[in-house]
Each structure stands twice: as C-alpha cells, then as structure tokens.
Nanobody, 128 residues
Framework: QLPLVESGGGLVQPGGSLRLSCTAS????????IGWFRQAPGKEREGVAC???????RYADSTKGRFTISRVNAENTVYLQMNNLKSEDTAVYYC??????????????????????WGRGTQVSVSS
C-alpha cells in the first residue's frame, strides 16, 4: 500500500483553527483504526484522538471539546478539526493506523498504542 500521508499543518494564532487530514491507501480503509498523535520538542509523543471504522472515537483530555476527529471512508481520509488552538498544541502531528475489522473501540494511551503504520507528520505551530 501507499504511505499514510498527513496534510493541513501550518502556522496559526492562538484561538485559531486548522484542519488536518490523513489519507491512506485504499484497501479496506473502513476496516482500519486511525489515531492522531503529536510530539513537541523535548517531550514524549502523546495521543490526541482516535477513530474506528464505525466512527467510535476517543480524545485526549487536553483536546476534548476543541478537537473533532472524523472519517470519510470513501476518500480513505480521516480529518482532525482543531479549534481554539493554544500554544501548547504546537507539535508535529502524526496519523497512524492498524488493521482491525469491526473494531468498536480505539486507544491512544501510551503515546503509541497498537498502531503499526505511521505517517511522517505535519507541523502545527500556534503562535502570536
């Protein structure tokens, strides 16, 4: 399959919004679990949000209420809508996936979880 590719990062002011996208190869995308993770300089990678093929979702406490993860399986794409961005959201954001048909739950614990395939990241910078 082709690589997992993130896009949509950039520079935004505090309180602003960005929408990230993660596009994967086409085979059985609806049978995959997709997670978003981020890593800031000098800090450990942390989970942001995840979504199953049935759109069951989980969010990190730091992003819940501000970020929304969604997927459009026909486009092989998962989106991360980020609103009310804060300086502490600055990081490289990665999407990741694993194959799990009919998964009902997902996890973002431990900064890695069970995710096997990773994109190369997109930079999000929140600054005045």
């Amino acid at each position: 399959q082709l690589p997992l590719v993130e896009s949509g990062g950039g520079l935004v002011q505090p309180g602003g919004s960005l929408r990230l996208s993660c596009t994967a190869s086409g085979f059985n995308f609806d049978d995959t679990v997709i997670g978003w993770f981020r890593q800031a300089p000098g800090k450990e990678r942390e989970g942001v949000a995840c979504i199953t093929g049935y759109s069951n979702r989980r969010y990190a406490d730091s992003t819940k209420g501000r970020f929304t993860i969604s997927r459009v399986n026909a486009e092989n794409t998962v989106y991360l809508q980020m609103n009310n961005l804060k300086s502490e959201d600055t990081a490289v954001y990665y999407c990741a996936e694993y194959y799990r048909p009919e998964a009902r739950e997902c996890t973002i614990d431990g900064g890695k979880g069970p995710y096997l395939f990773w994109g190369r990241g997109t930079q999000v910078s929140v600054s005045s």
